[in-house]
């Protein structure tokens, strides 16, 4: 989530394997000696285990075995269990992948289990060396920035003064998918056209400027870039290699500048449009810029800078961005591979609202749109892995050393399809949460069940926003259109692809039907 950057630990994509097969045979030599020294001068009190125990793999390994990070993770857990560790370069990585043990990190022990771990030099440069609620240590700045993203923006009292946003963007939704489809014969991309409706709602809430398609797909682009420019590379495992990666930190750094370059502006309009109500047209009534502005920092005299406020805004974009869109394309997905969900919620939405638009207060009284977004979520968790944890003190955790300079992992999908816990977890199956009497506490505070937005102390704090959001939007596809394979007839294909989060392999077109005027 999770990174303004914010997922940095999701985002050690599949592309990264590409340099990692290139440069680590060159590197082998180099990464043994390493591997070897670190794990003989640790001094991990474990208990006895297979050969190779405790250290289960390094970055030699996972750039050899050519799979996607979360694949090797996905046999190492099957082999070794719910806790192990990786040596990758100068860093140990404790990956847990077991409820009860994250329940035990993160709710039971959850202060001490709630900082992050450093940030390579990279992405200390656009999160403004961690002034961000994801990056920034557990601490007076976390404690500072988080309270007031969650107060200010994100308390449910606050998020109903964006409905009007939200259901501007739906209508430019609607009408962006009515536009594509008739240009191409009923067939529309989901993704993508998911990922712009979430951007307008967040720009809008996070600057309070209408902006025009132009500037919101500039802004796009920009946001890509930087996490493209924050993905994970070989330096950041051995920093002793960063000399070789000088043009790749000159690079970074223009990025940097244009993103500076491209917001500042609209930091200052909206700094106008405050001091001078009325004068600015495209200005709204209130925006997450408004509460920076005069935001008061635990232990700092001044409030953040221009380049703080920049990276402060890119975090709200970025951290609810892809995340919410990509669980839109997963459920559309579903929804055309499981027709007879399909008609049942098309059926509830009828019902409930008959000819006027879904609006987000009718999904209190929408039953089975609810247990088809919980049942989303927790069979595609947006992200694979939780942000980057680490201990403020040493500790120990079923009977492990817990150092303080390892990255505490947390691997999310074992844990929601855990056949203890869920029957049948393979199935998408919405009425496990209606007749099935299962529960999707999404929280973990009385026991960790399914955790698609964290639990504990650094739980996302855009969970309630989120979850409007892809109630909404799949009520209004669902309410409008009809969703079908492309081509039609085709097998949806579920594999997934970790991107900056895990999105399809294949990324899903659709053939959409409007319902005709009778279904509105
Ligand atoms: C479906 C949508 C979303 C998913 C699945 C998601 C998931 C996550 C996850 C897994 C984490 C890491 C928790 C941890 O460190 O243990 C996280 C953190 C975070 N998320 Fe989200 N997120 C979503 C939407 C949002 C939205 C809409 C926002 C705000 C605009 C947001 C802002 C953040 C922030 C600021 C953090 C860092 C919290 C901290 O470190 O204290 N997320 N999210």
Redesign the pocket.
């Known amino acids: 989530?999770?990174s303004l950057s914010?997922?940095t630990s999701?985002s050690l994509s599949s592309s990264y394997h590409l340099i990692f097969t290139l440069l680590a045979f060159l590197l082998s030599g180099l990464i043994f000696l390493l591997t070897h020294h670190k794990s003989k001068s640790r001094k991990l009190n474990l208990p006895p285990g297979p050969p190779g125990w405790p250290i289960v793999g390094n970055l030699f390994q996972v750039a050899r075995s050519g799979k996607p990070f979360f694949e090797y993770v996905n046999e190492l857990r099957l082999k070794y269990g719910p806790i192990f560790t990786l040596k990758m370069g100068t860093r140990t990585m404790i990956i847990l992948s077991d409820a009860k043990l994250i329940h035990e990190a993160?709710v039971e022990k959850g202060q001490v289990y709630?900082t992050?771990p450093p940030e390579n030099p990279t992405r200390n440069i656009f999160s403004c060396n961690k002034f961000?609620?994801?990056?920034?240590v557990y601490g007076p700045v976390?404690r500072s920035l988080?309270r007031n993203?969650v107060q200010n923006?994100?308390s449910s009292s606050r998020l109903k003064e964006f409905r009007g946003v939200r259901n501007n963007a739906m209508e430019k939704f609607i009408n962006r998918l009515k536009a594509e489809a008739e240009a191409n014969n009923g067939v529309v991309w989901v993704l993508k056209n998911a990922r712009f409706a979430?951007f307008c709602i967040?720009l809008a809430?996070c600057f309070g400027l209408e902006m025009d398609e132009e500037t919101v797909e500039k802004m796009d682009q920009i946001m890509k870039t930087v996490l493209i420019t924050l993905d994970p590379r070989i330096d950041d495992y051995l920093p002793i290699l960063s000399p070789f990666f000088s043009k790749q930190r000159k690079k970074a750094l223009e990025v940097r500048k244009k993103q500076i370059e491209f917001i500042v502006p609209l930091i200052e309009q909206r700094k106008r449009a405050i001091e001078n109500p009325g004068s600015d047209h495209s200005a709204t009534s209130f925006s997450y810029l408004d509460t920076l502005f005069d935001l008061k920092v635990e232990g700092r005299k001044s409030g953040p800078t221009s380049a703080e406020l920049v990276t402060l805004c890119s975090?709200?974009?970025?951290?609810?961005?892809d995340?919410?869109a990509?669980?839109i394309e997963w459920g559309i997905a579903q929804l055309i591979a499981n027709p007879q969900i399909q008609h049942q919620l098309f059926d509830e939405i009828t019902q409930r609202v008959g000819n006027k638009r879904v609006d987000e207060k009718d999904v209190e009284k929408m039953p089975y749109l609810q247990a088809v977004v919980k049942e989303l979520?927790r069979k595609h968790?947006?992200?694979h892995?939780?942000?980057?944890?680490a201990v403020i003190e040493p500790t120990t955790l079923a009977g492990y050393d817990i150092p303080m300079e390892a990255n505490v992992e947390?691997y999310?999908p074992p844990i929601a399809e855990d056949p203890k816990v869920w029957s049948n977890p393979e199935k998408f199956d919405p009425d496990r949460f209606i007749s099935g009497g299962e529960d999707a506490d999404m929280t973990g505070v009385s026991g960790v069940r399914m955790?698609?937005?964290?639990?504990?102390?650094?739980?996302?704090?855009?969970?309630g926003?989120?979850?409007v959001?892809?109630h909404l939007m799949l009520a209004r596809m669902v309410q409008e259109f009809e969703w079908e394979a492309y081509p039609l007839g085709k097998k949806v294909d579920f594999t997934g692809k970790m991107e900056f989060?895990v999105v399809m392999k294949e990324t899903l077109r659709a053939k959409i039907k409007a319902r005709g005027e009778e279904g509105k």
């Open positions: 989530m999770a914010i997922l999701a993160l709630a992050r961000t609620v994801n990056a920034s976390w988080r993203m923006m994100l979430v967040l809430m975090e709200f974009l970025n951290g609810g961005t995340t919410t990509t669980a979520l968790p947006p992200t892995f939780s942000l980057t944890h947390i999310l955790m698609p937005f964290g639990v504990g102390r650094r739980i996302c704090p855009g969970l926003m989120a979850t959001h892809v989060t």
